[in-house]
């Protein structure tokens, strides 16, 4: 990409913001061949002189090209600051997530990056629940799809016992004060309708968190990742 003045002048403010920040994006990971270009059009924008070791000015930097450009960023579009991933050598736990019917490959992103950072288990995607293989799922996901095993099209009948049910229905069972076993499968329900009355009625245990807000619901990847947090740090196969 390369601007003469008056070309990039020709354009709108916001898209002169847009494209300076696909410049700063490209230039943070590591395409050299961008830095006279964008040091261009930070002049020509009247920016001060960018100090590009510093990433959290770099990121400050693009959120001002976002902003300037009318751009809402999500977490998977912005610039990744942090550099510790690693590769983990802990074990995934032998436990089954089956989401039943969830619609959101923004939930089912969200749901596979809890799986992988608390290394539950495997994901178990029952028919119309968008997959892995999504697009969305994968940019939510940041790269965890690769991790986490999963299956399509999933069966709960095939599942092991006991199953779980994350919903707020009652009878049900304080998380805190359930006792996991070391396998299972934990169920998660619709965005909007929950877990059917016939899946919950099949059953071995009906879990909710305790809420006090007036609104009593959390988005179900939200739920799950509290969820998740009490699994690791409380199952039996972390104490052997």
């Known amino acids: 990409m390369d601007f003469t003045k008056p070309k990039f002048m020709h354009l709108t403010p916001s898209h ?3 494209k300076a920040g ?3 994006k490209a230039l943070f990971y590591g395409d050299e061949k961008q830095m006279t270009c964008y040091r261009n059009l930070e002049l020509w924008l009247k920016l001060p002189e960018l100090n590009l070791q510093n990433t959290e000015n770099v990121s400050a930097r693009f959120h001002l090209h976002a902003k300037e450009a009318g751009i809402s960023l999500q977490e998977h579009s912005l610039l990744h600051v942090r550099h510790e991933d690693q590769i983990s ?7 089954h997530i089956f989401l039943y019917s969830l619609r959101s490959a923004f939930n089912v992103g969200s749901i596979l990056r809890t799986i992988e950072a608390f290394r539950l288990g495997t994901l178990h995607c029952s028919l119309n629940t968008p997959t892995p293989d999504n697009p969305k799922v994968q940019k939510t ?10 299956h399509t099209d999933a069966d709960l009948s095939t599942l092991p016992r006991p199953w779980i049910a994350l919903e707020t229905a009652s009878p049900s069972t304080s998380l805190y004060s359930f006792t996991f076993p070391d396998t299972f499968t934990l169920i998660l329900g619709n965005e909007e309708f929950g877990i059917p009355k016939h899946v919950l009625e099949q059953c ?5 968190i305790p809420l006090v807000g ?6 179900v990847a939200s739920a799950f990742a509290i969820v998740a947090s009490y699994i690791r740090e409380n199952t039996s196969q972390l104490k052997n």
């Open 16 to 18: 002169r913001h847009k």
């Open 22 to 24: 696909e410049l700063l």
């Open 89 to 95: 050598e802990t074990p995934f736990l032998n436990i």
């Open 141 to 150: 996901s940041m790269g965890t799809h690769h991790l986490v095993p999963y």
């Open 204 to 208: 071995d245990h009906i879990i909710e």
């Open 214 to 219: 007036g609104k009593n619901s959390l988005n």
